[in-house]
Structure formats: C-alpha cells, structure tokens
C-alpha cells in the first residue's frame, strides 16, 4: 500500500514491517527509513495493531546506513537534513515492537534493532557496529545502546575492532532475548507478537514507558514511577478485567479501555 522499499502486512493485531531491498543487503537508504517511520505513524495510530514486528531478509536484516548515499555527504548536509531521524521513529514508536533478525545487523542495522523492544534472533545472525572499518563511529545510538545491553568491555571491543557478533554470542552477552532456528524465525516471532498484542494496549504500552524510564532515572525515581503507573493501572476496565477472570478461571477478555 504505497510503499516501494518496505512491505506492511498484517495478521490480526500483528503487524509486521519488512525491509526489502534484498539485493543492496537492506542498507538503509533515506528514502525506506522515511518508509518504515510513515508506516509506524500508521500503526501507531491503528487502534486494531497491538504488536509490530521488524525484520529483513534471511540473508540480511539490513548491512548499516546506505554507505553509497552517504559517502559523498558533507557535514552541513548531515546536519541539515539531520540524516537519521526516520530511524529514530523506531525508538519514539509508543506500542510495542520487536526485531526479527536473521542474517546481517551491522551498523545502522544492529542499532534499528537495539532500539525495538527485544531482539529474536535466528541462528545465522550476525551483529556488529563496524563503522570504525570506514573512518567513523556509530550514528544511530550504537555507542549508547550496544553498551547499555553487553556492558563496557564487549561494546567497546565490537566497536572498535569491527568485529562481528554471532546469534549464540548475541544471547550469551544479552543483546537478543532468544535464538531460534532460521526456519522458525517469523513464527517465533509472530507467536510472541501475538501473545503480546492479545494483552491490554494501554497497559502494554504503560509497561513499555516505565521499563524505557529506567535507562533516563536513578533507581529511585524509576521505583516511583513505576509505583505511580501501577496505581494508575487500577483505572482501567482492563485491569478489574484481568483480575476477575483469574478468580473466575476464564482468559481475560481485555477492550483497551
Ligand atoms: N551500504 C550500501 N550498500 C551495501 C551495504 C551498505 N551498508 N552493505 C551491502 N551493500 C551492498 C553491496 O555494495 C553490494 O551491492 P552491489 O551488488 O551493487 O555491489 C550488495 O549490497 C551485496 O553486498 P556484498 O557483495 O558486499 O555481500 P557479501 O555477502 O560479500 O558481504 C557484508 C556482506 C559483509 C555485510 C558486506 O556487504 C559489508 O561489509 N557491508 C557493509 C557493512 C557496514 O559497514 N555497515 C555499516 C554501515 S555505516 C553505518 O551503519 C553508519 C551508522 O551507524 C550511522
């Protein structure tokens, strides 16, 4: 529907954001990241999506930023056009969202889906931030998250060697939540997704803020917040729901309300 580098599909309260230029690896051109972040305004806004997953290709979730449209940039048209804020669309993206990543994450890649909520991971991803092996560093949050999920050392040694990250190494360092076989990667994927889209929306999203808190605030702040956002829940329809269907022994039935 509209788009040319990317493909939206739905199933039920999944949505699912494919990048698709298979050939050039899914780096990621200006024009498919303007794409993906018009699409996630959509969904954003689509009251029957309640989960949305990333992904790419078997072969390559997507190689970085687009090196070709890059290299000829000067400084003032990098910071004019402030070049990666599509990208950023993805970390402002309020519902929850996962990456499915098979094959390469490097660079703009790995950073895309460090800033989806959890990373599945098949088993012949690689992960890492090689920009240093083409005279610059991390631009889209590599130098920020890569740290916050592997610690010092490991981050440190990806970006500064280039070195790159297998899937078994990825989940041993934290940097995905599970490695599945290739084949049930996208089922994987869309099991979980639809586990979470079945939940209540407000209450999934209210989860989502107060966990992304935690990285902005102290222990102590973010113990607040999340007492305050608990209170909270008790003004929903959802929550007086989910509790008297335990008592009841049903599933819940939650209406987003
Ligand atoms: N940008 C533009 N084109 C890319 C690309 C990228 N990041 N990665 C791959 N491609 C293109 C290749 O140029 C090639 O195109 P042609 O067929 O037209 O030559 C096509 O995709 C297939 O790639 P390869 O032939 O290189 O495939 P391979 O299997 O031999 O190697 C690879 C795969 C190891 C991933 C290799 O393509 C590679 O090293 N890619 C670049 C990875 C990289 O450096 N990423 C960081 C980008 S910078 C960045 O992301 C900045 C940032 O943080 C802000």
Redesign the pocket.
Same mark, same amino acid.
């Given at each position: 529907m509209g788009y040319d580098m990317i493909e939206l599909t739905t199933d039920g309260a999944v949505a699912t954001i494919k990048l698709d230029r298979p &050939? +050039?690896?899914n /780096?990621?051109r200006s024009d498919m990241m303007a794409e993906m972040a018009k699409a996630l305004t959509k969904l954003e806004k689509d009251d029957s999506i309640g989960c949305v997953i990333l992904t790419g290709s078997e &072969? +390559?979730f997507a /190689?970085?930023?687009?090196?070709?449209?890059?290299a000829e940039l000067e400084y003032l048209d990098i910071y004019k056009g402030d070049i990666?804020a599509n990208h950023e669309a993805i970390d402002r993206f309020r519902k929850p969202i996962i990456a499915a990543v098979a094959g390469?994450a490097?660079?703009?890649?790995c950073?895309i889906a460090m800033m989806c909520d959890f990373i599945i991971a098949a088993d012949n991803a690689k992960f890492?931030?090689?920009?240093i092996?083409?005279g610059?560093?991390?631009?889209?949050g590599?130098t920020q998250r890569l740290i916050r999920a592997v610690g010092k050392s490991k981050a440190m040694d990806m970006c500064l060697t280039g070195r790159m990250m297998d899937a078994q190494e990825a989940l041993t360092s934290n940097l995905v939540s599970r490695v599945v076989p290739l084949d049930n990667l996208m089922e994987t994927a869309q099991e979980a997704a639809a586990k979470i889209a079945a939940q209540s929306q407000p209450i999934a999203m209210m989860t989502k803020e107060t966990i992304n808190a935690s990285f902005e605030m102290s222990l102590a702040q973010g113990i607040r917040l999340e007492r305050r956002v608990f209170q909270s829940m008790f003004t929903t329809e959802d929550q007086k729901e989910g509790m008297a269907a335990f008592s009841e022994k049903r599933k819940p039935h939650f209406k987003n309300k």
């Open positions: &050939k +050039a690896l /780096a990621l &072969k +390559a /190689a970085g930023a687009d090196i070709k449209e890059m990666f390469y490097l660079g703009g890649g950073e890492g931030q090689p920009e092996n083409l610059v560093m991390p631009g889209i590599g």
